[in-house]
Each structure stands twice: as structure tokens, then as C-alpha cells.
């Protein structure tokens, strides 16, 4: 099992910045693929960004406004948003696998609680 605890998150303006932390603990002796997810009301859950090593990958509506790293020694995610708009608005969530590349969220068994993320103009 992996648990995985989510922080950061909050209320900002347009253009502003959050950065989402995602640490994971239980069994995670092998690397993992996180991937944060959102969701906004009456919308699908999205894949947003997936880190795996080396391996990186943005959805479109992000690229160049979003950056996902991993620090190995803390075992944790982070979600760096900049230059936020109100289409961010969403529940943010963040999801791990023990396999890489994984991007369907319906592969993922590992999820957090989810942080609301909020964008004012």
C-alpha cells in the first residue's frame, strides 16, 4: 500500500502562483510514477503533469506555466503553478504508480485527498 498526503494549494489572483506538495509513504521502495490530476465542477478529472525520473509530460493546457519535480529524499512530488488563470480552478489531486508512463487515470490506484485550488480574476 501507498498513502499519499497532499499540501499547499489555496486562493489566489489571477497570475499568481501555488506550488502543491505531494508526499508519499508506506510501500515505496521502487521509484513511482506521479501524476497530478484535476477536476473541476462538471468536468472530467485531467491528467495535468506526470513525473517518472527523468521522464516529464504536461498537458497542453499547462505546458510552460507548470513544473513537476521529485525529490528522492523526501519521496515527495511538487506541483510548482505559475501564471495561474481562473480555468485552473479545480480539485487538484495527486496519484502514484509503481509503473512508468502511466497517464489514464483509471491505472491509478494510489490517490491523495485532493487540495482545492482557486484562481480569481
Known amino acids: 500500500q501507498i498513502q499519499l498526503v497532499e499540501s499547499g494549494g489555496g486562493s489566489v489572483r489571477t497570475g499568481g502562483s501555488l506550488r502543491l506538495s505531494c508526499t508519499a509513504s508506506g510501500n515505496t521502495a521502487r521509484r513511482l510514477t506521479f501524476t497530478w490530476f484535476r477536476q473541476a465542477p462538471g468536468r472530467e478529472r485531467e491528467g495535468v503533469a506526470t513525473?517518472?525520473?527523468?521522464?516529464?509530460r504536461y498537458s497542453d493546457s499547462v505546458k510552460g506555466r507548470f513544473t513537476i519535480s521529485h525529490s528522492s529524499a523526501n519521496n515527495t512530488a511538487y506541483l510548482q503553478m505559475n501564471s495561474l488563470k481562473p480555468e485552473d480552478t479545480a480539485m487538484y489531486y495527486c496519484?502514484?504508480?509503481?509503473?512508468?508512463?502511466?497517464?489514464?487515470?483509471?491505472?491509478?490506484?494510489?490517490w491523495g485527498q485532493g487540495i482545492q485550488v482557486a484562481v480569481s480574476s
Open positions: 513525473i517518472y525520473g527523468s521522464i516529464i
Open positions: 496519484a502514484a504508480h509503481k509503473d512508468s508512463g502511466v497517464w489514464d487515470r483509471a491505472e491509478y490506484k494510489y
